[in-house]
């Protein structure tokens, strides 16, 4: 047996006698190309930078336990010497020994397995091209030229229309002009050559688009300038991991023929089923069977709250608010605590009615397993009674005219067409996981925000998909999309409901109008916490000062100076009917109503405050403390403020996902009548909702199902709540018919 050793790469050196250097080393043999050579040869240096594969001999000698000893130092020699490598050599048999893991194909060296190696949030994990996040940001054209049907002259390269580029419009003008490119041509008519070139290319003082917004990089350190560039940049998956997020070196290990990107594309169903067939030896079984105990129980919970669908690479961003809840149920579920509290706010939240008896199954088996479950809900005595309920309309509004949506693909949706009549309440249902959100957020909504403002929404900026159809039509009846989602309307304190729906000018004026800020000259914006002037300085209007407490969360406290009243004490004086401006704002927007009722712009806002079930909020009650719900309805509010006449330039559509969450059934009934006169207006409303409530009094019902992820996706059923309701193959109707 032969005990030998790679030359390393770093002794191939012009300047270095390699052989002379392997003598003095006390090695007398080499083997050059598979040939052994003594390299006291007159020729050896020569061969040795000739071979392709010079192999350092260590040691000749039978392989023996008599030979233990001398074969362990020879080995040991090897690694030393051929920096971690070592070849043994036996009757033409050879094998490669490595220090570190190594490719035995490649020789491709590995860092050491660990957990933290596979996750792309430590650096160790993170594929470097992207930093974990799977998307790279790249300059896309749809967002430098927006409207390709304007000319260079009207200004289609959006980043030159700003006004502090005017010189860079003028160099455009003159360069077009040496190079024959019409200014006053279309882009879209413009050759691809001249295109081309006004993206990319250089001449003289001229710097195409892409190197001058690439050239904008080296000042990404300003914050105008990172705002402007993020404008035309989507985010794209990333070229080097393909979306994996992970170093190649975490995705070159495999389990059962599959990388950990591979395992976390399946759906919760199909990772209980590859766990359940994995082959394995009895050592590798024995190392994981606990690993793999684990992870079927945690599998085993995702699928029992109805989650099968739902693949474990999806970003949690994307799930509804019922989705994100469930997955908090599964995990508690996996956690196996006993004599725990488990508190949930409104667990149906985005749970049709055929999901609803499962959840309930899932909250049994948590008390049941010595924990104590209190569930926040909406339903009382006078609903479950019967004494109340929410009505059926005596008749349903006509379709105005039509949405079609032909081909809608993303996700589970494979060409989904459907249509949706405008100038009627629609209602969106289906089982959890069936596609409605894909359906209503990211394919219609985003397509209708591509043509009606030319851009592209944020979310498409975030790398989020964003689904295509073959074909929309009827969409040049909708002057405008809303999406009214449960985002939060701010993200300071600084932000509330008066300020929120447009009413604190008017407030501000009122008190600007009493005697004593006439005498002392206050104007309306004295009475403002947004700017210099009457605001407290020491908080900034705030009413409170933020302590940073370094490695914990940071501390709001009131302000010692105003004692939070946000105001000085001479603003604080100026009164409104005996009340300062903090006293009004500490006022529930039903009391400032009672008071503002002769106030006619001031109370007309505040009724639609109202109207939406929002006669509890403070004023100036900070939006961070708002609900989901509450800031959903907010922005309602705000909608029915702007709503108004039935001309083409007021026809909207409006988006709301599951806008009962979080409402009582009289809240409900409100709700109701508040997109009933949206509609009223000449609006369009579609939700996404599976109160039955609601469902029954919508003009058209588009069922989506009949089960989830990809037992979905597909329209089971559209037309009025009685044909839902008629149809055997529809989940939904079966309840329907219960209630209606």
Same mark, same amino acid.
């Given at each position: 047996?032969?005990?030998?050793?790679?030359? *390393?790469?770093?002794?191939?050196?012009?300047?270095?006698?390699?052989?002379?250097?392997?003598?003095?080393?006390?090695?007398?043999?080499?083997?050059?190309?598979?040939?052994?050579?003594?390299?006291?040869?007159?020729?050896?240096?020569?061969?040795?930078?000739?071979?392709?594969?010079?192999?350092?001999?260590?040691?000749?000698?039978?392989?023996?336990?008599?030979?233990?000893?001398?074969?362990? $130092?020879?080995? +040991?020699?090897?690694?030393?010497?051929?920096?971690?490598?070592?070849?043994?050599?036996?009757?033409?048999?050879?094998?490669?020994?490595?220090?570190?893991?190594?490719?035995?194909?490649?020789?491709? /060296?590995?860092?050491?397995?660990?957990?933290?190696?596979?996750?792309?949030?430590?650096?160790?994990?993170?594929? *470097?091209?992207?930093?974990?996040?799977?998307?790279?940001?790249?300059? $896309?054209?749809?967002?430098?030229?927006?409207?390709?049907?304007?000319?260079?002259?009207? =200004?289609?390269?959006?980043?030159?229309?700003?006004?502090?580029?005017?010189?860079?419009?003028?160099?455009? &003008?003159?360069?077009?002009?040496?190079?024959?490119?019409?200014?006053?041509? *279309?882009?879209?008519?413009?050759?691809?050559?001249?295109?081309?070139?006004?993206?990319?290319?250089?001449?003289?003082?001229?710097?195409?688009?892409?190197?001058?917004?690439?050239?904008?990089?080296?000042k990404r350190y300003k914050q105008y300038t990172r705002v402007f560039l993020r404008q035309y940049q989507l985010a794209k998956t990333c070229p080097a991991c393909g979306g994996a997020r992970l170093k190649p070196e975490?995705?070159?290990?495999?389990? =059962?023929?599959?990388?950990?990107?591979?395992?976390?594309?399946?759906?919760?169903?199909?990772?209980?089923?590859?766990?359940?067939?994995?082959?394995?030896?009895?050592?590798?079984?024995?190392?994981?069977?606990?690993?793999?105990?684990?992870?079927?129980?945690?599998?085993?919970?995702?699928?029992?709250?109805?989650?099968?669908?739902?693949?474990?690479?999806?970003?949690?961003?994307?799930?509804?608010?019922?989705?994100?809840?469930?997955?908090?149920?599964?995990?508690?579920?996996?956690?196996?605590?006993?004599?725990?509290?488990?508190?949930?706010?409104?667990?149906?939240?985005?749970?049709?009615?055929?999901?609803?008896?499962?959840?309930?199954?899932?909250?049994?088996?948590?008390?049941?397993?010595?924990?104590?479950?209190?569930?926040?809900?909406?339903?009382?005595?006078?609903?479950?009674?019967?004494?109340? &309920?929410?009505?059926?309309?005596?008749?349903?509004?006509?379709?105005?005219?039509?949405?079609?949506?032909?081909?809608?693909?993303?996700?589970?949706?494979?060409?989904?067409?459907?249509?949706?009549?405008?100038?009627?309440?629609?209602?969106?249902?289906?089982?959890?996981?069936?596609?409605?959100?894909?359906?209503?957020?990211?394919?219609?909504?985003?397509?209708?925000?591509?043509?009606?403002?030319?851009? #592209?929404?944020?979310?498409?900026?975030?790398?989020?998909?964003?689904?295509?159809?073959?074909?929309?039509?009827?969409?040049?009846?909708?002057?405008?999309?809303?999406?009214?989602?449960?985002?939060?309307?701010?993200?300071?304190?600084?932000?509330?409901?008066?300020?929120?729906?447009?009413?604190?000018?008017?407030?501000? +004026?009122?008190?600007?109008?009493?005697?004593?800020?006439?005498?002392? +000259?206050?104007?309306?914006?004295?009475?403002?916490?947004?700017?210099?002037?009457?605001?407290?300085?020491?908080?900034?209007?705030?009413?409170?000062?933020?302590?940073?407490?370094?490695?914990? /969360?940071?501390?709001?406290?009131?302000?010692?100076?105003?004692?939070?009243? &946000?105001?000085?004490?001479?603003?604080?004086?100026?009164?409104?009917?005996?009340?300062?401006?903090?006293?009004?704002?500490?006022?529930?927007?039903?009391?400032?109503?009672?008071?503002?009722?002769?106030?006619?712009?001031?109370?007309?806002?505040?009724?639609?405050?109202?109207?939406?079930?929002?006669?509890?909020?403070?004023?100036?009650?900070? /939006?961070?403390?708002?609900?989901?719900?509450?800031?959903?309805?907010?922005?309602?509010?705000?909608?029915?403020?702007?709503?108004?006449?039935?001309? &083409?330039?007021?026809?909207?559509?409006?988006?709301?996902?599951? *806008?009962?969450?979080?409402?009582?059934?009289?809240?409900?009934?409100?709700?109701?009548?508040?997109?009933?006169?949206?509609?009223?207006?000449?609006?369009?409303?579609?939700?996404?909702?599976? #109160?039955?409530?609601?469902?029954?009094?919508?003009?058209?019902?588009?069922?989506?199902?009949?089960?989830?992820?990809?037992?979905?996706?597909?329209?089971?059923?559209?037309?009025?709540?009685?044909?839902?309701?008629?149809?055997?193959?529809?989940?939904?109707?079966?309840?329907?018919?219960?209630?209606?």
């Open positions: 047996m032969i005990i030998a050793f790679p030359l *390393p790469a770093s002794a191939h050196r012009p300047d270095v006698e390699v052989a002379a250097q392997l003598r003095a080393a006390g090695f007398v043999r080499a083997q050059l190309d598979g040939v052994v050579a003594r390299l006291e040869t007159p020729d050896a240096e020569q061969r040795v930078r000739e071979a392709q594969e010079v192999l350092v001999v260590v040691d000749r000698l039978p392989a023996s336990d008599a030979n233990r000893g001398r074969l362990a $130092d020879a080995v +040991a020699t090897a690694f030393n010497e051929g920096e971690g490598v070592a070849v043994a050599l036996d009757n033409g048999d050879r094998r490669r020994f490595s220090a570190h893991p190594t490719c035995s194909n490649c020789g491709t /060296a590995a860092p050491a397995l660990s957990p933290i190696l596979f996750s792309f949030n430590n650096p160790r994990g993170a594929c *470097p091209a992207c930093n974990g996040f799977g998307a790279v940001l790249e300059y $896309d054209e749809s967002l430098i030229v927006p409207h390709p049907g304007k000319s260079l002259a009207q =200004g289609a390269l959006a980043p030159w229309t700003k006004p502090r580029y005017e010189g860079r419009r003028r160099i455009v &003008r003159e360069t077009a002009r040496a190079k024959g490119i019409p200014f006053d041509t *279309p882009w879209a008519d413009l050759t691809k050559k001249a295109r081309h070139f006004l993206l990319n290319g250089a001449s003289g003082r001229f710097l195409g688009m892409l190197p001058f917004l690439q050239r904008l990089e080296a975490a995705l070159a290990v495999r389990v =059962g023929e599959r990388t950990i990107a591979d395992v976390a594309a399946l759906t919760a169903g199909a990772l209980r089923d590859w766990i359940a067939a994995l082959q394995l030896t009895p050592f590798q079984r024995a190392v994981a069977v606990h690993i793999l105990a684990e992870l079927a129980a945690r599998v085993s919970f995702v699928n029992d709250v109805g989650l099968g669908y739902l693949t474990l690479d999806r970003l949690t961003r994307t799930l509804s608010g019922g989705e994100a809840q469930r997955i908090a149920l599964s995990n508690a579920l996996g956690s196996r605590l006993v004599d725990t509290l488990y508190v949930l706010d409104e667990p149906t939240i985005g749970l049709h009615p055929a999901d609803t008896g499962r959840l309930l199954g899932l909250l049994r088996r948590l008390a049941d397993g010595g924990n104590t479950v209190v569930v926040a809900g909406t339903l009382t005595g006078q609903y479950l009674s019967g004494e109340k &309920r929410i009505g059926v309309p005596s008749a349903r509004r006509p379709a105005r005219r039509w949405l079609e949506v032909r081909g809608a693909r993303l996700h589970n949706l494979q060409g989904v067409d459907t249509r949706i009549p405008l100038g009627t309440l629609t209602a969106v249902t289906g089982v959890s996981g069936s596609g409605k959100s894909t359906l209503v957020h990211d394919v219609l909504f985003r397509q209708l925000e591509s043509r009606l403002t030319g851009t #592209h929404g944020a979310k498409q900026h975030l790398g989020e998909p964003v689904g295509q159809v073959e074909a929309l039509v009827g969409w040049e009846a909708i002057s405008d999309v809303v999406l009214v989602d449960q985002a939060p309307i701010g993200r300071t304190p600084r932000s509330n409901p008066i300020t929120y729906i447009k009413a604190f000018d008017e407030l501000r +004026a009122l008190f600007a109008a009493e005697p004593l800020a006439r005498a002392r +000259a206050y104007p309306p914006s004295t009475f403002s916490f947004n700017v210099a002037g009457g605001r407290c300085e020491a908080c900034e209007g705030a009413g409170h000062v933020l302590i940073d407490m370094v490695f914990l /969360a940071n501390v709001f406290v009131p302000c010692e100076v105003c004692a939070g009243k &946000r105001f000085k004490e001479d603003v604080l004086e100026v009164k409104l009917g005996g009340s300062s401006i903090h006293d009004v704002l500490e006022w529930t927007v039903d009391r400032a109503l009672a008071r503002f009722h002769r106030q006619p712009r001031l109370a007309r806002a505040l009724w639609h405050l109202q109207q939406v079930g929002l006669g509890y909020l403070r004023l100036g009650q900070p /939006a961070t403390t708002l609900s989901g719900g509450e800031a959903q309805r907010l922005k309602i509010a705000r909608e029915l403020a702007l709503a108004g006449g039935k001309s &083409r330039a007021g026809r909207k559509l409006y988006i709301l996902d599951e *806008p009962t969450t979080g409402l009582h059934l009289d809240d409900v009934r409100t709700l109701c009548r508040v997109l009933d006169r949206l509609v009223d207006a000449g609006h369009s409303v579609l939700v996404i909702e599976h #109160h039955l409530d609601v469902v029954k009094r919508a003009d058209w019902v588009i069922e989506l199902g009949p089960g989830a992820g990809d037992a979905g996706g597909r329209v089971v059923a559209q037309g009025t709540p009685e044909d839902i309701a008629r149809n055997a193959d529809s989940p939904t109707g079966r309840y329907l018919r219960d209630i209606a």
